[in-house]
């Protein structure tokens, strides 16, 4: 028995020992990683204010050469991003496009067709910062990305290309991303100049896809002409809600005399969202002629179709407001008259 006693003590004094060391390695790894990252943090906030100070100086002579722990790619980056949204200096620049070329492009390349989505994401970072022609196809490789993340920052890149391969690629995208992840593609298509808008309407003539279609309505509502405004009659009255509201915004857009009167033609429409369109749109013109279908569109059973033709009716001026103020205390359109009035 005493043995057995004896063989439990060292059995857990042996126990407590390997904890005890363990706890030790634990601490001591901790340490060396705390340590590690100190160090870290201090070199990148070092360098990155030695790169600004360096900016703002009459110097214009800087040497990229950098400390061995800065050239690991994932904190160089940190850095050139940060520095990024700080400062957007032409010399920044200079230095910027010298640092990636010097130690991140080549990662970039590299990790572009990586398993490792953050790898992906270091090459599509890195792309939106500074690019050159031979990264074209692996940068519309990342927008066919699987991942979210990965898309939305090679639209970045690629939008710097203003090249038909790419600007057609980022269309295609944005047919088939989700509702609110296609504003990331119309943002940056839409700020493009007269080069990527007449790919956008080469696109739109020969296309008969309908997501693509809609699409470049959207993206041409302030660049409507006279073919643009052509497709968009042709799908006024299509099954597919979003193109023939996408087309009704478009028509809006070009404020002809015949834009009007389509406009008159649908205003009685089966979907409460063309019939809302065509009441705040019909405010373009400002024209009393407009009042008989505005005031049929105060009654309609939808708020927001009411509200529209309310403030359009203001909009117009005192004719309109007339028929605002006629409204009785029974009438279907006296709460949104009232509200109208209201605002002034």
Known sequence: MFKLYLGLTYFLIFELLLLAIGILVIIFY??????RKRKRDQAVKTLTS????????NNKKFTLNLPIELQEPNLLLQVVESINKKILDSYWIQIRNSIVKKYLISNARIWTKSNFWNRRSFA??????????IDEDSIIYLLQDSIQLIRIQAVKAAIKFKSKKTINELINQMSIEKRFSKY??????IKGDEKIYQIIKDR????????????????LTTQIDTNVFSVAKKHIHSDNLELKLTAIRAIANYPTYESENILYSIYNDKDWQARAIVAKSLAIWHSTDSIPVLEKLLFDD???????????????????????RAQSKDSKAYVVAKYVLSLG
Do not use: P, Q
Not at 30 to 35: A, D, V
Not at 124 to 133: G, K, N, Q, V, Y
Not at 204 to 219: A, G
Not at 305 to 320: R, Y
């Open 124 to 133: 599509a970072r890195t792309f939106s910062i500074h690019c050159e022609t």
């Open 50 to 57: 030695n790169i600004i100070s360096h900016i703002y100086s």
């Open 184 to 189: 990331i593609y119309r943002d940056a298509l």
């Open 204 to 219: 739109l003539l020969t296309e008969k896809n309908e997501k693509i279609i809609m699409v470049c309505l959207d993206l």
């Open 30 to 35: 901790h340490k060396i990683i705390w340590e």
């Open 302 to 324: 939808k708020w927001w179709v009411k509200l529209n033709a309310g403030l359009t009716l203001s909009k117009i001026g005192e004719a309109g407001k007339k028929i605002l």
